[in-house]
């Protein structure tokens, strides 16, 4: 007979109309002892204010270094279930498409193996699975591998490269999104597996510039679709919006960042200075029948965003302002300069630093040139911002 | 002489024992630099201690670890775990 905990503090945590993680620990609780051992330390730890879980050491499945984090219980004898207690991180599909068959097949895996939880998904985009012993890691990993599927990232290695759903659902989409991220990911495998770096590196593909995965706040790499043309308008479909009675000129022209819309109210039309314009979709999310990214589409390559871990946060910063990525050359060439940039701060990088903070520390123009890129005046942090490089021809000149 | 995968891997068990013995975590990076610094003249490039790091690991000679970034070391019973 399992042990039956008082959990009111976790019990506040179920009310609302929200989803809570405690109404889903205490079903999986009915079936697996783990669960229920969980939700006893975890009452206790809201209790006392302190965690206790030990993280970390040596547990990972034979030949991979990353994929399974260690977590222990430092209180073993009073919930002895959860005294191993390794999350698995599990390689998800490009863009989170899954079969229900899949998702049956990875949840019986789970179920025979640990504790039942999972997180659908983490951060970074893996699977996780939450709760098992270190007796179960080899198994499940047989288990999944023979299903399939394989251990994403962690550790200092390239963590699992994750994409928004790109073109399989999206009409923004300026690139192919799901192919780049399973071309990255299966080409990277070494990197993904075996961690060599001073710290995490990770890859995050959007495929228009509404970022729905964050890349621009997180990623070592954001690789955010673009486009270099005009907007595509639909005359009619602008008119038809203004009839419907969308206030295009309050809601639409003054929203815009880059003040480059005007709205002739009488005829009903807009027209864009295309050249002043940011790329920051508000009037295509507000008008999506009406406005349309350009035709000539590709994306942006921006390197150094991390949330804050060891240090604070950073927002990436563009590197590329346009590749043409779906083809096979420029893709190409940007895994070299990805094989540059990962030498260049395995060489000099410190331990534990992102490559962000890298950069900071020697200074963009410092590693530009140590990578074999040209400095140009799109490389901003910030749209119409100040390029952060500065020429040496600019101080020679003013020195004479 | 070119030195061997195999005589890189075993160069690079050395390096590892040894920082075991002074209480010293080595990243695989480390190991690569050691290396790099004293065999390059013999031939060895990063490309050859990646395979190296692959054939220690994948014999179980050397463990990854986590602690707070990750590390290559011998194979020992985990402080933490809770037998």
Redesign the interface.
């Known amino acids: 007979m399992p042990k039956e905990y008082k959990t009111p503090k976790l019990d506040e945590l179920e009310k609302g109309p929200w989803p809570s993680f405690v109404k889903e620990i205490k079903l999986a609780a009915k079936k697996s002892e783990m669960s229920n051992d969980l939700l006893g330390q975890l009452e206790q730890s809201y209790n006392e204010k302190l965690g206790h879980w ?1 993280h ?5 499945v ?5 994929g399974v ?2 977590r ?2 430092d209180l ?1 004898d009073k919930y002895p279930s959860v ?2 207690f390794h999350t698995i991180r599990v390689n998800q599909p490009s863009g989170w498409f899954y079969t229900s068959d899949a998702l049956r097949t990875i949840c019986d895996i789970w179920e025979k193996h640990g504790s039942g939880l999972t997180n659908m998904h983490g951060s970074t985009g893996d699977m996780v699975f939450l709760g098992t012993t ?1 007796d179960h890691l080899e198994p499940v990993f047989k288990d999944l591998t023979e299903a399939g599927w394989d251990l994403g990232g ?4 390239m963590r699992t490269p994750s994409c928004c759903v790109g073109p399989g659902r999206c009409e923004w989409a300026c690139y192919d999104t799901l192919q780049r991220c399973y071309d990255i990911t299966m080409r990277y495998q ?1 990197e993904l597996h ?6 995490k590196w990770k890859f995050k593909f959007a495929g228009c510039p509404n970022d729905c995965v964050a890349s621009i706040a997180r990623a070592d790499i954001s690789v955010i679709g673009t486009w270099k043309d005009d907007i595509r308008v639909d005359a009619d479909q602008v008119k038809t919006y203004a009839d419907e009675g969308l206030d295009i000129f309050n809601d639409v022209v003054l929203n815009c960042p880059a003040k480059c819309m005007r709205y002739d109210g009488e005829k009903k039309e807009i027209s864009i200075d295309n050249k002043d314009c940011r790329r920051c979709m508000h009037c295509i999310n507000v008008m999506p029948k009406a406005l349309r990214p350009g035709v000539e589409q590709g994306a942006t390559i921006l390197i150094g965003a991390k949330a804050p871990i060891v240090e604070g946060a950073l927002l990436s910063s563009v590197l590329i302002p346009f590749l043409d990525i779906d083809d096979e050359e420029e893709f190409e060439a940007f895994c070299d300069l990805i094989e540059e940039m990962q ?1 260049v701060w ?1 060489e000099e990088g410190k ?2 630093e992102r490559v962000g903070e890298f950069i900071q520390r020697v200074g963009m123009g410092n590693f530009l040139e140590a990578v074999g890129v040209e400095p140009i005046p799109e490389m901003v942090a910030y749209p119409r911002d100040n390029p952060y490089v500065f020429y040496e021809d600019f101080y020679e000149d003013e020195d004479e | 002489m070119a030195m061997t995968v195999d005589q890189i891997a075993d160069a690079m068990y050395k390096e590892v024992e040894e920082a075991t013995n002074f209480g010293k975590k080595l ?3 480390d190991l ?1 630099k050691a290396m790099l610094k004293a065999y390059e003249e013999e031939g060895v490039d ?1 490309k050859m201690c ?1 395979s190296a ?2 054939n220690l ?2 014999s ?1 000679r050397l ?8 590390y290559l ?1 011998l ?2 019973r ?5 037998d």
Do not use: L, Q, W
């Not at chain 2, 985990?78 to 809770?82: I, K, L």
């Open positions: 030990k970390g050491g040596i547990v990972g034979m030949g991979y270094g990353g984090i260690g222990y219980s073993p005294s191993h270190t962690s550790g200092s290695d070494d075996r961690p060599a770096f001073p710290y030498d395995c331990n534990r | 990243k695989p990076m690569t990063k990646k790091i692959k690991v994948d179980g463990v990854y670890t986590y602690f707070g970034g990750s070391e194979p020992h985990e402080g933490a775990a809770n």
